[in-house]
């Protein structure tokens, strides 16, 4: 089992910034690739970011790309999503979802809100 709380989340304005945190405990965390989706009220749940084991393969939906950073640190257990120039539209729950293979993932936390006003 991995246990995943997220944090960081909250109210910004358009083109601000937000970094949100994801805090793993259980099993190892380098096993485990780690991953972003996000949820907009009354829509479905759609990806956002993946990070493998070591940091070296990173993958972006197309919404995010080059204003979205994934990244982790495995010493801490946490892996992290930097997003910029933020728009409305971003505005979601964003969860952070682990799995033991690149499109595989088992474990999820609660979720973060993120509300960007306009």
């Known amino acids: 089992q991995v246990q995943l709380v997220e944090s960081g989340g909250g109210l910004v304005q358009a083109g601000g910034s937000l970094r949100l945190s994801c805090a793993a405990s259980?099993?190892?965390?380098?096993?485990?690739?780690m991953g972003w989706f996000r949820q907009a009220p009354g829509k479905e749940r759609e990806f956002v970011a993946r990070?493998?084991?070591?940091?070296?393969?990173?993958d972006y939906a197309d919404s995010v790309k080059g204003r979205f950073t994934i990244s982790r640190d495995n010493t801490k257990n946490t892996a992290y999503v930097q997003m910029n120039s933020l728009k409305p539209e971003d505005t979601a729950v964003y969860y952070c979802?682990?799995?033991?293979?690149?499109?595989?993932?088992?474990?999820w936390g609660q979720g973060t809100q993120v509300t960007v006003s306009s």
């Open positions: 979802a682990a799995g033991t293979a690149w499109e595989r993932f088992s474990y």
């Open positions: 990070i493998n084991w070591s940091g070296g393969s990173r």
């Open positions: 259980g099993r190892t965390f380098r096993n485990y690739v």
